[in-house]
């Protein structure tokens, strides 16, 4: 039986004279794996990884950054209590992006869908990874509040998006995952996934439409 000795902050050394694995090399189904068998460190790697993706999955969706946090480490928990029966059929990825979601979904249910406070949405937007097509690298002085300033608008207009839509929509334009994940996240077929994503990002347009229409009225009128 090989005996493990750990070695303070650095890692560890084996007794058996093999190096330490080298966890951030390896997959996310061989940690889970070794976590099923109660290897805490690969736990703490899957959790480095996808910790705050979790998180930031759940404030898209539900709207409350303390909530989110709640359910994400809700999903962790779950995933740690899982490992033993772990089982590499599909992705890891898909897997715990199913229970966070489900998460999700528990607590939209248990506040019967209420309607997401738009103001909350616009805090830490430091932490939200929103993808924001601005290309230009010669930013005028104000040009940074502007950019902000729209950013804030779209989380808005994704949180006022009915569930089935602003969830494949936040797995693909915010989490970035593929088509073909988030049907299996959400047991989808891949078509339904793309409409719905699609008729989201309509949406969201036709929600912006009349700033972005001021906005250029605007630049118009000084000049721009």
Known sequence: MTHVKYNGRDGMTRDDGLAPPDYRAETDESLMLRVGKG????????????????????????????????IGQETFFRAYRSAPRYREISKFSTWLYTIAINLCRNELRKRKFRIFSLEGMAEREEDEKIRIDIVDDRLKP??????KELGRMIRKAIASLPEKFRTPLVLRDIQGLAYDEIGRILNLPEGTVKSRINRARLRVKDILKPVLDEDLKEASDNGV
């Open 39 to 70: 290897d805490r460190q690969a736990f703490d790697e899957i959790v480095r990884r996808y910790g705050s993706k979790m998180i930031n999955l759940a404030y898209q969706i539900t709207g409350d950054r303390d909530l989110a946090e709640d």
């Open 142 to 147: 104000d040009a940074e509040l502007e950019r």
